[in-house]
């Protein structure tokens, strides 16, 4: 069974760009997480998908959004990008309410 | 809204030794307690989970336990190896309950180390 996949590895952006990341789940997953991972401050809950909707999200500025697709994939979109942006940004999935979620080898995003 | 505490955050053991991992709650609602093993430049790894119906959990070498009244849940390692050298994160959320309470929060983690 292919796990949680992520993509780019790594994304370098400057000030001010958007950039979009992206998180395909366990097959038969339809919950989508995404969490971010700042050096010295652990994981924080950043968005959740289900079926397609925003079901909840963690206390972060508008300026980070998403979205689920059909095939319950999802999307990251962070823009106006900031240098306290810089983190790993981890995307997990589960089958359900209530159900262990595994996670993705994350994107590193770096801001210049 | 839930928030997790999470100690030690470095612990160093001799081989063989055992581990143990405290983290403490705040939100009684919270009924599922999974704990995560993330190695340097790694996912993290669900290793083990317990739901607020069962006091304790065992798989072969790690153990969990929680005491729902204190709002506390600990990891135990035992006969610990090299390998599981890494930092363990705790977690908690309100699992199936509805307003959104699927979201993990999670601990500080603890940095242990197994050495030989």
């Known amino acids: 069974e292919a796990g949680v996949t992520q993509s780019p590895t790594h994304l370098i952006k400057t000030r001010g760009q958007q950039a979009t990341l992206r998180c395909s789940p366990i097959?038969?997953?339809?919950?989508v997480y995404w969490y971010q991972q700042a050096l010295g401050l652990g994981l924080q809950f950043l968005l959740w998908?289900?079926?397609?909707?925003?079901?909840n999200r963690g206390n972060f500025p508008p300026r980070f959004s998403g979205r689920q697709f059909p095939n319950y994939s999802s999307e990251l979109n962070v823009n106006a990008l900031e240098l306290e942006d810089s983190a790993l940004y981890l995307c997990?999935?589960?089958?359900?309410?209530?159900?262990?979620?595994?996670f993705g080898d994350g994107t590193r995003l770096s801001i210049l | 809204g839930e928030n997790v505490e999470q100690h030690p955050s470095t612990l160093s053991v001799q081989e063989g030794d055992s581990a143990v991992i405290k983290c403490t709650y705040s939100d009684s609602a919270s009924n599922y307690f999974p704990w995560y093993k993330q190695e340097l430049g790694k996912r993290p790894q669900l290793i083990i989970d317990?739901?607020?119906?069962?006091g304790e959990k065992k798989d072969q070498r790690i153990a969990v336990t929680l005491n729902k009244t204190a709002k506390h849940f600990s990891l135990h390692i035992t006969e610990t190896q090299p390998e599981d050298s890494a930092v363990y994160f705790c977690?908690?959320?309100?699992?199936?309950?509805?307003?959104?309470?699927?979201?993990?929060?999670f601990g500080t983690g603890t940095q242990l180390k197994v050495e030989l």
């Open positions: 998908y289900d079926e397609g909707e925003e079901r």
């Open positions: 997990a999935s589960s089958y359900g309410l209530g159900q262990p979620q595994h």
């Open positions: 317990i739901r607020s119906n069962v």
């Open positions: 097959s038969g997953h339809t919950s």
């Open positions: 977690a908690a959320s309100k699992g199936a309950l509805t307003g959104g309470g699927n979201k993990l929060t």
